[in-house]
C-alpha cells in the first residue's frame, strides 16, 4: 500500500508543480528568466538591451520578468502589453517559420511600436533581409497556432 501512496503523492506534487511550467513556457525563458533576464522596457527607453536586476522583478504570464530600474518594472506592470516583445519573446524569424526558437537579447528591433527579438544577430539581418513586414505577418499568423502547441505541452 506504502509503495501506491508514495506514487500517487508523486504524481500530485508533478501536477501541482508542472502548471506554472507550462504556462511560462507561453514566454521565453532562460534559467527562470523571461527573455534572459533583460529589461523589455529599456529596449523602448534607452534604445538598447539592458540587463534587469533581481531587486526589480514582475510575474507575468507565468514567467518573473527582470527589469534595470523600479520605473521601468513599474511601466511595465502597468501596460504589459506595450511593452512584452512580440511572439512571447521567442525569435521573430523563427516563429515567421513556423516554429520557436531562443534568443540573443542584443538582436533586436523595433517596428511600429513592438518590440521583436532574433536567436541572433546574423539571423536578425536575415529577416531583415526577407522584409520585416511580410515575415511579421507571416508571424503573427503562425504565432496562434504555435500558442496553442506551446499551452497544450
Known amino acids: 500500500m506504502r509503495p501506491v501512496l508514495n506514487t500517487i503523492l508523486f504524481l500530485a506534487f508533478f501536477v501541482v508543480l508542472s502548471a506554472p511550467l507550462r504556462a511560462g513556457e ?3 525563458t532562460s534559467w527562470g528568466k523571461a527573455i534572459n533576464g533583460y529589461d523589455t522596457v529599456a529596449y ?3 534604445g538598447k538591451p539592458v540587463e534587469g536586476d533581481s531587486g526589480f522583478t514582475h ?4 514567467s518573473k520578468w527582470y ?3 523600479a520605473a521601468n ?3 511595465f506592470a502597468a501596460d504589459p502589453a506595450k511593452y512584452a516583445p512580440q511572439y512571447g519573446g521567442y525569435c521573430a524569424w523563427a516563429v ?3 516554429y520557436t526558437a531562443k534568443i540573443d537579447p542584443e538582436a533586436w528591433k523595433i517596428v511600429d511600436g513592438k518590440l ?3 536567436y541572433s544577430k546574423s539571423i536578425q539581418e536575415k ?3 526577407g522584409g520585416v513586414d511580410r515575415l511579421i505577418a507571416a508571424g503573427d499568423g503562425n504565432w496562434p497556432g504555435i500558442r496553442k502547441k506551446l499551452e497544450a505541452e
Open 59 to 62: 510575474e507575468w504570464m507565468g
Open 116 to 118: 521583436y527579438l532574433n
Open 96 to 98: 515567421s517559420q513556423g
Open 73 to 75: 518594472r513599474d511601466a
Open 26 to 28: 507561453l514566454v521565453y
Open 127 to 129: 529577416w531583415v533581409a
Open 44 to 46: 523602448f527607453r534607452d
Open 67 to 69: 527589469f534595470a530600474s
